[in-house]
């Protein structure tokens, strides 16, 4: 009996660049020198959606949703995470053998945010007109990721979601973000589904983040985003596509002790053939509590030495 399922093993890798112009000043503070570790709830998923126009008719595609109970543990450039899926979670009971698996890595070379995914996920629903059919090896996979260029230097996006920094006094930004993904739907191994095909998007989406410190130590963080790019599916004719992101965090975050909730979005819409449209969304939500040590020692001359040979 599979109690205990792994489902991401998640490289959610902050590989930190140093950043020129970006030291603890006024308006953040960085804890890279700190050892942190917190335990987090993590559920994200890639849904799909057909409009049949003429036909008004809505064929929506929902993955089996797991919730993923993990650890993570960063360093100064270097942090990685653990996750599992336990039965106690609602979402994780009767799955009917899907699996979902997601990796996620973070760069922040000068004042670029630099982001690549991977989401691979089976056992997909299909649900029309308040019915459903669950279609148990029905695959999907994206891979792909987003650059942005952060304008204020004021504002740290490395304290919204990666707890190595912190927003000392509220500051906005305007960040253009070009998205790029590559989205595959494998029916090979499903009766009836056919073939695999895919297609490709990218988008240039103008967006604004906020971070707004309501007190000594808790920020709120919010971030809005519309675009638009095309779409270039298979054997198919480029199509336009119009993009939007949204971004949602609280965040409690001391010396010491830090904990929040963060939840972000991003929803594409583009013409797949005919008068048929496809909406492409991707859900990412998180809840974690954490803790900072002072770095052991051995840790401390080993980031010495790499530091000097850089040099």
Not at 113 to 132: A, E, P
């Amino acid at each position: 009996m599979d109690i205990i399922r792994v489902i991401a093993i998640c490289c959610f890798a902050s590989v930190c660049c140093a950043q020129t112009g970006e030291e603890n000043d006024a308006w953040h503070k960085k804890y890279d020198g700190k050892l942190s570790v917190q335990a987090f709830v993590l559920n994200t998923s890639n849904t799909f959606a057909l409009n049949y126009g003429e036909d008004n008719l809505a064929i929506d595609l929902e993955p089996n949703k797991k919730t993923t109970l993990g650890l993570s543990v960063q360093y100064d450039i270097v942090a990685f995470s653990l996750g599992f899926a336990p039965l106690f979670f609602a979402d994780n009971k009767d799955n009917g053998n899907s699996k979902m698996t997601s990796f996620g890595l973070d760069l922040f070379p000068g004042r670029f945010v630099q982001r690549l995914d991977y989401y691979y996920q089976r056992g997909i629903s299909l649900n029309v007109d308040g019915g459903s059919v669950y279609l148990e090896n029905l695959k999907t996979m994206k891979v792909g990721g987003s650059t942005a260029f952060v304008f204020n230097k004021r504002f740290s996006y490395r304290s919204i979601g990666l707890q190595n920094a912190k927003q000392l006094k509220s500051a906005g930004t305007f960040a253009p973000t070009l998205s790029y993904f590559y989205t595959e739907v494998n029916g090979k191994s499903q009766e009836g589904m056919g073939d695999k095909g895919y297609f490709v998007n990218v988008a240039l989406t103008p967006t604004y983040y906020y971070n707004w410190v309501i007190a000594k130590d808790f920020m709120v963080s919010v971030g809005l985003g519309l675009g638009a790019g095309a779409t270039f599916p298979e054997g198919g004719d480029t199509k336009i596509l119009s993009q939007a992101s949204a971004l949602v965090g609280l965040g409690y975050n001391s010396e010491r002790f830090f904990a929040g909730i963060n939840s972000r979005a991003m929803a594409s819409n583009h013409q797949a053939s005919g008068n048929v449209a496809m909406d492409d969304t991707i859900n990412y939500a998180t809840a974690f509590v954490g803790y900072r040590f002072d770095a052991p020692k051995f840790l401390v001359k080993e980031k010495e030495k790499i530091e000097e040979r850089l040099k």
